[in-house]
């Protein structure tokens, strides 16, 4: 028969929804989902309505509420609802058989946690120096009001020098980032909403409502509080943790740490899970010791799950329950926790019955499904949501302070600003400092080049992880063009803050081939041993300032063809020990100035040959002692105007054979065999005192008269007297004299400190020499 069509309700109902409707615009026939730690919660609602033409899009995004009544009875009648709190991710309407037949409108939605649309986000950004959970605050703080949580930590949280949120959703990131560092999360519902908590230590988890939950197989005649099954579960898992990393900064200290896992194995070996974490995931091992205990226990707690179910309403993830009445779990006073269980997972079915027909199906309004874990055992979210591999290599460009070239460390790190990077403010503070590759490393060698800022380059990342990027490399751009051309390969620096630069470039045009170096100031070139250089052709080199070279050993210059040296200014050579000048043909040398040469010790010059001195103005020798001339053949002099000899005493000229001097009609020559020959057109001689001529045979011949001398005889007593200033050890010359006696008076002026000639004859007599202004005294002969 047709059943009556009566207006439905949800007053006096199990299962009670709040909507943006009127209170009975929809009505909650049914509702199953699951809430499991570090994973959002989802229920699937089945709504009916006398509405058909309610529009979906009114109910997308809208929070929804739903009330669990507590179940009426003696034993828990101060039993408070039950809420389960989302936001409606997908709506569809339905049309079921048993709902069209009553002019129903069928309607299936899903409930999901705010939490859940962040997965509908995607962004790229860079944290700095921050803890995990100052970068959980940085993410969702930009979604306001949605986004209600609360930190539940008890552990110390390490600043993280560089952390990367790479085209990954923030749920994602988030995720990821919570399981690497042993956080978990679960959901709190209340009449207001729901809130996210994260938590670290579920060994001081809060309990449900109503903490002890009996067991009884059997429900009959009892209260809906309480778990009718139960059931242990063992699963194998690695029975040891051994994690290993590399840090550069200390390459030789091993960071490689063992963690065991008391897990069931049963007759097994040591199962061993060894996991490189990538490069400088810690730095200490007591921090990698750390890490593997959190490994540890992530795999150590799923080997040893319960699984339960009942009608209990107060299990909630998250949260612990006291099992009672148990026979494997009594209560014991050594180990309370022994039977206090946190909830991991748990599946809820509830439903409203507006049919008859429901009744028969599932009488229950509400049942639950369990899996737990003893109290005492820490949980710890299993790694399931890995970072993202980056999918290979990007470009970025180095940044640094804007009065700054070259922003580098002591390891030649530099930072960079990506392009995908929104926030970044581009002076340095962009990235964490970046290793730069380079084709050649090592102690104390390599290739050394620092990306300069403004210089784009290509970035790689260790292990794929955008948390440890490496510099491989820098390519041109628009803005940063090559030095050269395409036929010229080849290297160019540039001056820091200017525009010079050093380089060392190929151009291999055919036919102009050319390296080309260039030093914008100083060239410095150390070569520890022997170096040798080879050019083929021409070689020229300009010094525009000092040229100055050390040879600290010896120097040895072969020139094969002509050599010529030209020195604008002066030109200085100093030997400090021997020197010897060797030419095999003809040396010519010509000095357009004065030459000034001194020899402090002797000097020998030897001429195989010929030798012609000409000088065009006056020549002088000064030598302090002795000086000998010495000719092997004929020795020839012409002086052009005068001569003068001067002899300070004896001037002796010894000739083997034959002296003969001539000028005009005047000659004297004197022979080896005593012959001495004078003649002249008129020969005079004359004495200022007297004149002889002595020998065996005097002859005079002449066509003219010869007269008589003039003279008095020279008699015995004929002198002539030497003046000499003893004090200074000098000849008087031309001093003033007079000469006094009976044979007469003559004045006069000294010649090489001697008077003229006096005669007394052959008497002595005696006679006054006078000089002027002195005294002497007089002699007499």
């Known amino acids: 028969m047709d059943l009556p069509q009566l207006p439905l309700t949800q007053h006096n109902r199990p299962l009670q929804i709040t909507t943006p409707f009127d209170d009975d615009t929809l009505l909650l026939q049914r509702m199953s989902g699951e809430e499991t730690l570090s994973?959002?919660?989802?229920?699937?609602?089945?709504?009916?309505?006398?509405?058909?033409?309610?529009?979906?899009?009114?109910?997308i995004g809208q929070p929804l509420l739903i009330t669990l009544q507590p179940e009426r009875d003696d034993e828990h009648h101060d039993a408070k609802p039950r809420y389960f709190h989302g936001v409606i991710q997908d709506i569809a309407r339905i049309n079921p058989p048993h709902t069209a037949a009553r002019s129903l409108t069928a309607y299936r939605a899903q409930l999901v946690p705010w939490l859940t649309f962040l997965q509908h986000t995607s962004d790229c950004r860079i944290f700095q120096d921050e803890s995990v959970p100052i970068i959980l605050q940085s993410v969702l703080s930009t979604y306001g009001q949605l986004a209600k949580y609360q930190f539940n930590f008890r552990g110390e949280y390490p600043l993280l020098n560089y952390c990367v949120q790479y085209n990954e959703s923030d749920f994602h990131f988030i995720s990821h980032l919570c399981e690497e560092a042993g956080i978990y999360y679960h959901f709190e519902h209340s009449k207001d909403g729901h809130t996210l908590i994260f938590s670290d230590n579920s060994t001081h988890c809060a309990a449900i409502a109503t903490p002890q939950v009996p067991y009884h197989p059997h429900t009959t005649g009892r209260s809906s509080h309480l778990i009718t099954q139960w059931h242990p579960r063992r699963t194998v898992a690695a029975s040891r943790i051994s994690l290993n990393t590399f840090d550069f900064k200390q390459p030789t200290n091993l960071l490689d740490v063992t963690r065991p896992n008391d897990t069931p194995r049963g007759n097994l070996p040591v199962l061993k899970h060894y996991r490189y974490e990538g490069a400088a995931s810690y730095k200490i091992s007591e921090v990698g010791t750390k890490i593997a205990e959190r490994r540890a226990q992530a795999a150590h707690w799923p080997t040893k799950l319960f699984q339960g179910a009942g009608p209990c309403r107060s299990f909630q993830a998250g949260r612990y329950f006291d099992l009672v009445d148990h026979p494997d779990h009594p209560v014991s006073r050594r180990d309370p926790d022994e039977a206090k269980f946190i909830v991991i997972t748990v599946k809820h079915h509830a439903q409203n019955v507006f049919f008859d027909e429901e009744k028969k199906e599932n009488p229950q309004p509400y049942s639950a499904e369990i899996t737990a874990i003893r109290r005492k055992i820490p949980f710890q979210p299993e790694q399931k949501t890995h970072r993202p591999k980056m999918p290979g290599p990007q470009t970025a460009t180095v940044v640094g302070p804007s009065s700054e070239t070259i922003h580098a460390d002591k390891f030649g790190r530099v930072k960079v600003h990506f392009h995908w990077d929104q926030t970044g403010p581009k002076n340095g503070a962009d990235s964490c400092w970046i290793r730069v590759a380079s084709p050649w490393a090592g102690s104390d060698m390599g290739g050394v080049s620092p990306p300069r800022i403004g210089q784009e380059v290509i970035v790689d990342f260790l292990d794929g992880n955008p948390d440890r990027p490496i510099i491989t490399g820098?390519?041109?751009?628009?803005?940063?063009?090559?030095?050269?051309?395409?036929?010229?390969?080849?290297?160019?620096?540039?001056?820091l803050k200017g525009t010079g630069f050093n380089e060392v470039t190929m151009h291999d045009r055919p036919g102009r081939e050319l390296l080309n170096m260039q030093a914008e100031r100083d060239y410095t070139l150390l070569v520890k041993h022997d170096q040798i250089s080879m050019v083929k052709n021409d070689k020229t080199t300009t010094v525009e300032q000092n040229h100055r070279l050390n040879v600290k050993a010896n120097q040895s210059i072969a020139v094969e063809q002509n050599r010529q040296t030209m020195i604008t200014g002066n030109d200085t050579e100093v030997v400090q020990g021997n020197r010897s000048e060797e030419v095999s043909g003809h040396h010519q040398e010509s000095i357009h100035g004065t030459e000034n040469v001194v020899v402090t010790l002797a000097s020998s010059e030897s001429i195989g040959l010929g030798k012609a001195l000409n000088v065009g103005a006056g020549y002088a020798v000064n030598v302090g002692g002795a000086m000998n001339t010495l000719a092997g053949a004929a020795s020839f002099e012409e002086v052009g105007l005068s001569k003068k000899t001067m002899v300070g005493k004896t001037y002796t000229i010894d000739v083997g054979d034959r002296v003969e001097i001539k000028t005009g009609y005047s000659s004297l020559v004197m022979e080896s065999d005593g012959t001495i020959r004078l003649k002249g057109v008129n020969v005079e001689v004359e004495g200022t005192t007297g004149a002889w001529v002595r020998g065996e045979t005097v002859g005079l011949e002449g066509p003219g008269d010869v007269e008589p001398s003039r003279l008095p005889p020279m008699g015995m007593f004929n002198e002539y007297f030497h003046i000499q200033?003893?004090?200074?050890?000098?000849?008087?010359?031309?001093?003033?004299?007079?000469?006094?006696?009976?044979?007469?008076?003559?004045?006069?002026r000294t010649a090489t400190g001697l008077t003229h000639h006096y005669s007394t004859g052959d008497t002595e007599k005696q006679i006054d020499l006078e000089y002027t202004g002195l005294e002497h005294e007089s002699h007499g002969w």
Request: aromatic share 8%; glycine share 8%; no cysteine.
């Open 474 to 495: 820098r390519v041109y751009n628009a803005l940063q063009m090559p030095p050269f051309g395409n036929e010229v390969s080849g290297m160019r620096s540039k001056t």
């Open 39 to 59: 994973q959002p919660f989802n229920f699937t609602l089945d709504l009916l309505s006398q509405d058909p033409e309610i529009e979906l899009k009114q109910l």
């Open 725 to 748: 200033d003893q004090a200074a050890g000098i000849e008087l010359e031309k001093i003033p004299f007079r000469i006094k006696g009976e044979a007469g008076e003559i004045e006069g």
